[in-house]
């Protein structure tokens, strides 16, 4: 059952008070403003439009709503840490950020998006140490996984797990490309059991040898890449 598909726009908000009533789940996407965010959105929506792509990072500065088949929403939070955003704008994004993420009652869980180039950045970090001490899930996209050879996305895939590793079942992380896209099943799988939904509503699990080759690292010990 595809959870994303036929999202509707709801609702765009600049200021924590202008957030609406809860109602019903609510599944946030952050990322930094150049991951592919929004890219990943559209294609988890099947929607080319859905969430606006901009050339230049940063031009988000909303919390967008995306209302979901059953009432649960896709929350698209504004993307983080482009450098050329004044920093007063900068301040204001992370105070609508970090009160959404520690204070929304019916947020159910976030997903995070990296780069699969480079994942865990600074300020990915303070997101999860917003969001870690709420004890919801957190489920990292590492994107743009296509612009990697298979070792080296299994190596970035291997640091992440290790470093989110302290969080135990609370956080997971997959490789996923929106250019030719690779796990969008993975994702409609974890944020549906966020949502509740029965293992017969949701997509297959990708056959083992499959899930091997794209997702888990070889059987000798990658080198982390320094970042």
Not at 11 to 32: C, D, N, Y
Not at 121 to 133: E, G, H, N, V
Request: glycine share 8%; charged share 20%; proline share 8%.
């Amino acid at each position: 059952m595809p959870i994303f598909r036929n999202a509707q726009f709801e609702i765009s908000v600049a200021k924590p008070h202008g957030l609406p009533p809860p109602a019903g789940a609510e599944v946030a996407f952050a990322g930094r403003s150049n991951a592919g965010k929004s890219s990943a959105i559209n294609t988890l929506a099947g929607h080319t439009r859905l969430a606006f792509v901009s050339k230049t990072p940063g031009r988000t500065q909303l919390i967008n709503f995306f209302r979901l088949n059953g009432g649960a929403a896709l929350v698209d939070l504004p993307g983080y840490g482009y450098a050329k955003v004044p920093e007063d704008v900068r301040r204001h994004w992370q105070g609508l950020l970090e009160r959404y993420l520690t204070t929304r009652e019916n947020l159910v869980g976030m997903v995070l998006i990296m780069d699969a180039r480079h994942p865990l950045k600074p300020l990915d970090r303070q997101m999860i140490d917003w969001f870690a001490p709420r004890g919801r899930p957190i489920h990292v996209l590492l994107t743009k996984s296509d612009k990697l050879s298979r070792n080296e996305a299994a190596a970035a895939l291997a640091l992440v797990r290790r470093e989110l590793a302290p969080l135990g079942a609370q956080a997971s992380v997959q490789l996923f490309s929106s250019l030719h896209k690779q796990g969008v099943e993975d994702v409609e799988r974890t944020v549906g059991g966020w949502l509740g939904f029965s293992a017969e509503e949701l997509p297959p699990a990708a056959p083992a040898a499959a899930h091997r080759s794209k997702a888990r690292p070889p059987k000798e010990t990658p080198r982390a890449q320094g970042e």
